[in-house]
């Protein structure tokens, strides 16, 4: 592991909100923060389960605008990671799902620019996605320079960056900095996306082929560099500061196949890494046919959206140069590091699935 930067947490940052605070990054981040000696609030409809002396709890729901201004009052720093992920495209579900991602997504994010408005908090990170910019062709070391997508092919894309636009175009009204942090795939203890599909094909014993050549490469961003990223960034929101205004792409500078990626995952979960592949097109072509008798005829879903498919099979990934000259970001953990330090959390997951599924 690389040294961590300085960061003088109470110092810089005064009393932090944390937006969907019992969940994966929210928890990670309240309590990276409470160690640094900040003083946290956290707002989620889950309880958070974390106990500290200098945390403050609020359960309540990101779409209920008066408690979510209530909650930045006495606030100088939020972090707001609440989302909602939904890669199906807004045609293919109902309305009540797209109502439901527009609603915490993009309405929740409005709410928190709201609040901190009303009550003078001086800095907002907003979790955005790289999902922002990718267009269904690949890309290799993007960089922020990249339009934002135009043709929006998934709810969480469309909300996302519908968002992320909102929240840089509130930067620098009445005293308010923000801006926005795009990770790639977020991994590490508590994840509960990322590698869960996966384990739930390995128990179904489904995983018996790898899809497409092995050639396309993806970035990741391990949740520690991602929340050393949005620290490094929250340090710089001040009127001589680098980020207001800004986007980064934080990840782990390590681009990789997804396969590759998770064998360590798999192999130590006891399973043999699959030494088939399957042609790329043939299965997107597969699932894309399956997804359009689905929407029209009211067949069952596929097992995936075919979005989920190309977003492995095509080259997606981007340079932390920006992050490297505005923040110094660096990050702190290698992928062999972070693997080491959550594969207990997986093998922990893997048991509790098998349960969960009465294996």
């Given at each position: 592991m690389t040294s961590q930067a300085n960061i003088d947490g109470p110092k810089q940052l005064g009393t932090v909100l944390v937006t969907g605070g019992a969940g994966f990054v929210g928890q990670n981040l309240a309590n990276t923060l409470l160690n640094l000696g900040c003083q946290v609030r956290v707002l989620d409809l889950a309880c958070c389960p974390i106990e500290h002396a200098n945390l403050e709890k609020i359960q309540g729901n990101i779409c209920d605008r008066d408690l979510v201004i209530e909650a930045c009052k006495g606030i100088d720093t939020v972090f707001h990671t609440a989302a909602i992920i939904e890669i199906r495209a807004s045609n293919s579900v109902s309305e009540s799902v797209r109502k439901l991602s527009y609603d915490i997504n993009l309405g929740g994010t409005q709410?928190?620019?709201?609040?901190?408005?009303?009550?003078?908090?001086?800095?907002?990170?907003?979790?955005?996605?790289?999902?922002?910019?990718?267009?269904?062709?690949?890309?290799?070391?993007?960089?922020?320079?990249?339009?934002?997508?135009?043709?929006?092919?998934?709810?969480?894309?469309?909300?996302?960056?519908?968002?992320?636009?909102?929240?840089?175009?509130?930067?620098?009204?009445?005293?308010?900095?923000?801006?926005?942090?795009?990770?790639?795939?977020?991994?590490?203890?508590?994840?509960?996306?990322?590698?869960?599909?996966?384990?739930?094909?390995?128990?179904?014993?489904?995983?018996?082929?790898?899809?497409?050549?092995?050639?396309?490469?993806?970035?990741?961003?391990?949740?520690?560099?991602?929340?050393?990223?949005?620290?490094?960034?929250a340090s710089q929101l001040n009127h001589a500061g680098n980020s207001p205004g800004e986007a980064y792409f934080i990840n782990d500078n390590e681009p990789v196949n997804m396969m590759e990626f998770s064998r360590p995952v798999i192999e130590a979960l006891g399973y043999p890494y699959p030494k088939r592949s399957i042609s790329y097109g043939?299965?997107?072509?597969?699932?894309?046919v399956w997804q359009k008798a689905h929407e029209w005829l009211r067949l069952p879903e596929p097992p995936q959206p075919p979005l989920a498919v190309e977003r492995i099979c095509i080259d997606n990934y981007f340079s932390i140069e920006k992050a490297q000259q505005h923040l110094g970001y660096q990050p702190i953990y290698t992928t062999a590091e972070g693997m080491q330090q959550c594969l207990p959390y997986y093998k922990a997951l893997y048991q509790d699935m098998l349960k969960a599924m009465g294996k």
């Open positions: 709410n928190i620019v709201a609040g901190c408005l009303k009550h003078g908090v001086k800095r907002l990170v907003y979790t955005s996605s790289n999902s922002v910019v990718i267009d269904g062709q690949p890309i290799s070391s993007g960089n922020e320079t990249l339009s934002y997508v135009e043709r929006y092919r998934d709810l969480y894309t469309e909300t996302k960056t519908k968002a992320e636009r909102y929240v840089l175009a509130n930067n620098g009204k009445d005293g308010l900095y923000t801006c926005a942090i795009r990770p790639s795939g977020i991994w590490g203890p508590g994840d509960q996306t990322m590698f869960k599909r996966l384990i739930e094909q390995l128990i179904k014993g489904v995983l018996k082929f790898r899809v497409g050549d092995g050639s396309a490469r993806l970035d990741n961003s391990y949740v520690h560099n991602l929340i050393h990223g949005k620290l490094l960034a043939m299965v997107k072509g597969v699932l894309t």
